[in-house]
């Protein structure tokens, strides 16, 4: 009888668990209905359209109400910018003008989500210090260009990563970065000394989430050819991270700042 007790214990505390993984996932809402702007350009190099071409099969899935540009004058319509619930901008470099920079600026204050992945959103429109603030991070340098390295799960709580472990992605590049370290980070690279002595154990974030006024703001450093996303992890950090800017106008603001560093001065 004892052992039978034992076993209905362990199957409900299995179930229970289960159910609370999946809760915790379900967190990270479809966009069925979300009204999405794709925005794509610049540097030929980084084959934006290749990318629009990867993301646009699974927005369909989803249900999403797509519009795609290939003009940064999308952001000067203002019916269409407050109308949007996500902006997924690949856009490598490129000058972007005063009253289009200013309209993504203005949208994404007033709640419209912004979302990107490697040079498409973080190396965007260098001369625009307004843009850089609101992403949180702009490109600086991949040391060795293609290669392999590993990615860490540094926030296992978050619905964006949760049931994800660390992993390797191959042939592509580790972008080092300057950041906002009041962004929430939720996966980090560590860089080795073999390309550039000076890096050598400086950990930098790949995946992180912030705010922008009432505009949720999503950034992930890995992408720098399709092939990339073939990474069942990175495809999901892509995924859920997107799903996520996307709920800026239905969900509560998250409080995120946590600053890195110690402001207490000690004796």
Same mark, same amino acid.
């Given at each position: 009888?004892?052992?039978?007790?034992?076993?209905?214990?362990?199957?409900?505390?299995?179930?229970?668990?289960?159910?609370?993984?999946?809760?915790?996932?379900?967190?990270?809402?479809?966009?069925?209905?979300?009204?999405?702007?794709?925005?794509?350009?610049?540097?030929?190099?980084?084959?934006?359209?290749?990318?629009?071409?990867?993301? $646009?099969?699974?927005?369909?899935?989803?249900? &999403?109400?797509? !519009?795609? =540009?290939?003009?940064?004058? #999308?952001?000067? *319509?203002?019916?269409?910018?407050?109308?949007?619930?996500?902006?997924?901008?690949?856009?490598?470099?490129?000058?972007?003008?005063?009253?289009?920079?200013?309209?993504?600026?203005?949208?994404?204050?007033?709640?419209?989500?912004?979302?990107?992945?490697?040079?498409?959103?973080?190396?965007?429109?260098?001369?625009?210090?307004?843009?850089?603030?609101?992403?949180?991070?702009?490109?600086?340098?991949?040391?060795?260009?293609?290669?392999?390295?590993?990615?860490?799960?540094?926030?296992?709580?978050?619905?964006?990563?949760?049931?994800?472990?660390?992993?390797?992605?191959?042939?592509?590049?580790?972008?080092?970065?300057? $950041?906002?370290?009041?962004?929430?980070?939720? &996966?980090?690279? !560590?860089? =080795?000394?073999?390309?550039? #002595?000076?890096? *050598?154990?400086?950990?930098?974030?790949?995946?992180?989430?912030?705010?922008?006024?009432?505009?949720?703001?999503?950034?992930?450093?890995?992408?720098?050819?399709?092939?990339?996303?073939?990474?069942?992890?990175?495809?999901?950090?892509?995924?859920?991270?997107?799903?996520?800017?996307?709920?800026?106008?239905?969900?509560?603001?998250?409080?995120?700042?946590?600053?890195?560093?110690?402001?207490?001065?000690?004796?």
């Amino acid at each position: 009888m004892l052992k039978t007790v034992r076993v209905a214990f362990l199957i409900a505390f299995c179930f229970a668990a289960n159910l609370s993984s999946f809760a915790q996932i379900s967190k990270i809402p479809c966009l069925k209905g979300k009204k999405v702007l794709i925005v794509y350009g610049g540097w030929g190099g980084h084959n934006p359209k290749a990318f629009v071409d990867k993301i $646009v099969p699974w927005l369909k899935a989803e249900g &999403a109400d797509l !519009t795609i =540009s290939t003009s940064l004058d #999308s952001y000067t *319509d203002e019916k269409l910018m407050a109308e949007t619930d996500l902006v997924i901008q690949s856009w490598t470099m490129g000058d972007i003008s005063k009253e289009q920079v200013n309209g993504l600026l203005k949208a994404v204050r007033n709640g419209t989500g912004l979302a990107g992945c490697h040079g498409g959103i973080g190396d965007s429109f260098r001369n625009q210090a307004e843009y850089l603030y609101m992403v949180g991070g702009q490109w600086a340098a991949h040391p060795g260009g293609k290669i392999n390295y590993e990615v860490n799960i540094c926030d296992t709580e978050d619905p964006i990563t949760d049931d994800l472990n660390d992993f390797r992605v191959e042939n592509t590049e580790q972008y080092y970065m300057l $950041v906002d370290p009041n962004s929430k980070v939720l &996966a980090t690279t !560590t860089f =080795s000394g073999e390309h550039n #002595s000076w890096i *050598d154990g400086a950990v930098m974030p790949v995946a992180w989430k912030k705010y922008y006024g009432k505009g949720r703001v999503y950034n992930l450093s890995i992408g720098h050819e399709p092939k990339d996303f073939d990474n069942p992890s990175v495809w999901i950090l892509l995924k859920r991270g997107f799903a996520w800017a996307a709920e800026s106008k239905y969900q509560v603001k998250e409080n995120l700042i946590t600053p890195v560093y110690d402001t207490k001065h000690k004796l």
